[in-house]
Structures are given as C-alpha cells and as structure tokens.
C-alpha cells in the first residue's frame, strides 16, 4: 500500500473539516440564531468531532466499543448543549 | 483507505495509559461545557451580550489551525509507518508550530480583553470564557511539550515501522486536544 493512497483520504478529511469550520463561521458572523440554527451547529459540530476521532484518532479500526463510547460522549455532550439552549429559549 | 493510527487488532493507537488520561480530560472539558451551556440557559441576554465583544475571527482561526497541526500530526504517523523518521520530524515539527501559531493567536484575545478591563469576576459569561479557553489553552502547551518529547526521540532514530507506539500516544494525547476545541468554539464563539 503505497503512503500516497494512505494519506490522500486524510487530506480530504481535513479539506472537509476546513469547509464545515467556515460553515460555522459565516452562521455566527450572519448573527443566527434559534433552535434550527443551533441544532445544524451542533449536528455539523458532532459530524467534525466523530471525523476526528474516526480518521484522526484512528478509531474506526478500534474495537467498536473504543469508538462508541467516544460517540456517545460526542452525543451527550452536543445534545445536551441543545437540550441547556432550548431550555434557555422557554425561559 | 484511512491512515491507520495503528494496527489492525482493534486496540486503541498508543498506550493504553494515555486512553484513561485521555477520556478523564474529555469527562472534565465535557462538564465544564455542560456548566457552561446551562449556566446561559439562566443569563442568555447575559451571554448573548457579552459573546457580542469576543473575536470570532481568532476562534475560526485558532480552529483552523488545530485542525490542521492535528492533519500535521497524522501525516507524521504515517511517516514513521513508512519507517521514514525525517518525514516524522518534519511533520511533528510542523504540528508544534501550529500549536505555537494558536498560542500566540490566543494571547493576543487574551491582551485584548484584560487591555478593555474584562476579568474572571466581570460577569458570569467571561468567567466561564476565560476560564475555559485558559485550561484549553494550558492543555495546547502540555500537547506541545508530548509532541516536542516523541520529535527528539524521533530525530534520535527512536521510532521504527515496527516500533512507534510513543508517536501514537502523542499523536492521540494531540487530537484531543483538537477535539476538545471543535466543541469549544461553536459552544462559545457562535452559539446565542
């Protein structure tokens, strides 16, 4: 397996990393807000975290347990960051 | 295919010891953003007002630039995969001075708030703001000095194809790190 093909994938996971980065940027700079906002930041924020732990981290070739429990980290956390918003909202 | 962090047994890349070290500071990072995100729930006009005065360019900057010392990182696992020590140095040392961009970026907001009068004790927003973003911000330097630790062994001829689990260990020690403030910055510089 030559190194080219090995880091080509990376590349592409960070290019995309990148792009979701700016993504998240432009959501904030043009001041929105409420829950659907806020979800589609948390779910872009979930999706770059698991890309982390998956092709960074190397997880996706652990034992899958070593992976879901970073996942549910990921889940609790991000979801209960929606869960503390929208409370926020009602009050 | 991905760039493997390790063999194909399932274990986790590096030393297990790491892992533990490693899950404990996520639980910490994850309670302190918990804390955060429901202390705003009670204060939002608080928050919503306050985050109005942080630089979100520095904190998309900053994110770009871990992700990419964490890319840096994985290039240099791969290297030392292909039993190529120079490469691995080489991308280590490019990694660090990521880190060092981020430090510098992150202590000129610093500047910037202590320099408009803002402190732990100015509101309940900032406490958490500065609070959070230092313990990160120390956790970059510890990243660092692990990163800069497996270069000299690296640079030494220390890491082999056959032997490198000190690169992996660093290596996972550094996307926490990266990890850690992909959360961080939409929790505090976006979200209101």
């Not at chain 1, 700079?29 to 998956?54: E, R, Y």
């Not at chain 2, 900057?61 to 010392?69: D, G, K, M, P, Y």
């Not at chain 2, 009068?117 to 100015?122: E, H, K, N, Q």
């Amino acid at each position: 397996m030559s190194t080219s093909r090995l880091i080509r994938p990376c590349t592409a996971v960070w290019l995309l990393l990148v792009i979701l980065t700016g993504v998240t940027y432009l959501v904030g700079q043009a001041g929105l807000s409420g829950m659907a906002v806020v979800a589609f930041v948390l779910i872009t924020t979930l999706f770059k975290s698991q890309m982390v732990v998956d092709h960074f981290m190397g997880l996706k070739r652990a034992r899958p347990f070593w992976r879901g429990l970073l996942f549910g980290y990921l889940l609790i956390v991000c979801g209960m960051i929606g869960v503390a918003y929208y409370v926020g909202l009602t009050h | 295919m991905d760039t493997p962090l390790h063999d194909d047994t399932g274990a986790l890349p590096g030393d297990f010891a790491i892992w533990i070290f490693i899950f404990a500071e996520l639980l910490v990072f994850g309670v302190f953003f918990l804390a955060y995100a429901f202390a705003r729930a009670n204060n939002v006009e608080l928050f919503n007002e306050s985050q109005l005065q942080l630089d979100r360019i520095s904190g998309a900057a900053n994110t770009l630039v871990l992700i990419t010392s964490s890319y840096f990182v994985v290039r240099a696992v791969a290297a030392i995969r292909d039993d190529d020590s120079r490469r691995c140095v080489h991308w280590l040392a490019a990694a660090i001075g990521m880190g060092s961009v981020f430090l510098v970026i992150k202590m000129f907001e610093f500047a910037d708030k202590f320099s408009a009068g803002i402190s732990l004790s100015t509101n309940t927003f900032f406490m958490f703001y500065l609070s959070l973003t230092f313990f990160h911000f120390m956790h970059v330097i510890l990243g660092m000095v692990i990163l800069a630790a497996v270069l000299f062994k690296a640079r030494s001829g220390g890491y082999s194809a056959a032997s490198h689990i000190g690169v992996e260990t660093g290596a996972s020690y550094w996307h926490m790190v990266d990890l850690v403030w992909l959360i961080l910055f939409p929790l505090v510089y976006v979200i209101h």
